[in-house]
Each structure stands twice: as structure tokens, then as C-alpha cells.
């Protein structure tokens, strides 16, 4: 069986053929995506093609050692290449124009320590231990969510400044990603990242319909306000992952050390490195309308 390396290199080899892109040129080179996780990313490039779809042969190594014929492998390849071209020839605009993507952007929380060197290239405003990075959506509907980052030089291009996106984004997240609050029961256990009381405490989820990078609902205007009104009490905030947060209702917590310690043990034994928002917790105060990074044992 080859490794990884080999298996990149037999695909640069052999992904085009006489009967498909043979004309186009084929390149392997490191992706970097969130909390520091690189992935290798193909890119066939063909002749006059603005679009240039990103396949992560990481995830077609694992085909491979699970068995699957070589040949089978790259047939898959091909046909996912194929599927990303005729979605970006239809969803895809013109992306020199700021107008063209006005209504597209969006706005997605990240842990600001684990991805230091990816923030240095884009536009983004820090938030406690966090970070306020933002995309735009090139295609959203029943069979997924496919975004990319914003970059310096793209913001550059546009004539925008980050305070541009900062009020775009305000209006198109909670467009595109409506927001859901639904009590922990009514989740399917393998959705979650971890549990962390019995029952008899409430715990909610904070997320959006999709349930993708959910974690940036936190930002959408009154929303945790106007839950915690309802119930009647401030909320502790606990990361679970980029895609989602748990709320739980201060009044039914006395030792907020045990969240940290919680948070923490989930993070490194539980959430996948790509998923891992913060290993800090965060206290709601209803009354100010202000959130605030728990950074000691005492009850804030």
C-alpha cells in the first residue's frame, strides 16, 4: 500500500488522461483551513477557466486504505471535480466587484491563538479569545454549505474597509443562517460534541438551522438576549464547536470550575482538531447585554 506522499504523487500522475483534461494543468499544495489543520488541496486548472475547485486528497486516501481500487479512486475524483465546476459555473460571480458578493458575505467565529497565521492574510476583529473572520457563501442548500474566506488583498481589490463587512455581515448571517435554540433532549446524541450534567440541569443549544459553524450565532442581535429574558436568568456559554454552543442557566450552576475543566477535556479528547472553538467559558449577563470570558474560578 502506498503512503500518503506516494499516493499524492501516483494521483498527480494519472488524474488526467487522453479522454479527460489532458490539457490542464495539475497541482498539490498544502491548504491551510481552521485551527491550524492543513489538508492537501488538488487543483486542475484547465485553459480559460476562471473557477478553480479545491479536492482534498486527504479524504480520498482514506478510500484507498479502506480497499478501494485505485481506479475507482480516481473515477471519484473526477466526478466530484466535475460537480464543483458546473456548481461554480452557475453560483460563482464575478468576485472583482464588491456588489457582486455584497450579499453573500457572512461572518464565522475562530479561536484567534490557533489560527494566528491564516488571520494575518484576512480581515477580522478579535473577541475575547476569539476571532471574527468572514466569507462569502458561493452555494448554500439541502446538500451543504460551501464558503470561502475573505482576504486582505480581496478587501484591497474592493475599496471596503473591515467596518464594510463587519455591517454586511450583520445582515446577511442571520439571512442565510437563521438561528435555533432547541433544548439539549431534543438533539440526537451523536450530534453533540459532549455532554456535560445530568438532565436535571436545562441545557440548550445554540446554533443555526444548518447547523454549520453555528458557534456565530452568538452574534446575532438579540438572540441570546431574548432567550435568556425568557427563562428568567443570565446564561453560562460553553464552546461545544465551531458549529455549535451550549447554554446553560446560571442560576442552576454552582461550580463554574467544573465547565472549564469540561470544556477542556471535551477539546482535546472529543472535538476534532478542525471543530475546536475555545477551551474557555463564557459568562452572559442579560442585564448589560454583554458577554465575558470566564478567566479565573470565580463566578463572573
Known sequence: MMNFEEFKAWVKENITSKDWKETSQVE?????????VSKAGLFIRESGQDVSPILYLDDY?????NGELLENVIKKIRDDYNEKVQMAAVKIPNLQEFENVRGKIIYRLVNYEKNKELLEDCPHRRLHDLAVTFRWVAHIDNDGVSTSLI?????KEWGVTIS????TAQQNTPRLFPAKIVDIEEMLAGKMSFILYPSTIPMYILTNEQEVNGASALLYGDVLKDFANKKGTDMYILPSSIHEVI?????????PTRLLSMVHDANTTVVSIGDVLSDSVYYYDRKTDHITEIVSDEKM
Not at 28 to 36: A, D, E, F
Not at 61 to 65: R, T
Not at 247 to 255: H, Q
Open 28 to 36: 498539490i499544495s498544502v491548504v491551510k483551513k481552521n485551527n491550524g
Open 61 to 65: 486516501y482514506i478510500h484507498y486504505q
Open 247 to 255: 447554554l446553560l442557566p446560571s442560576d442552576r450552576i454552582n461550580d
Open 164 to 167: 464594510d463587512l463587519i455591517l
Open 151 to 155: 482576504t486582505n488583498r480581496q478587501v
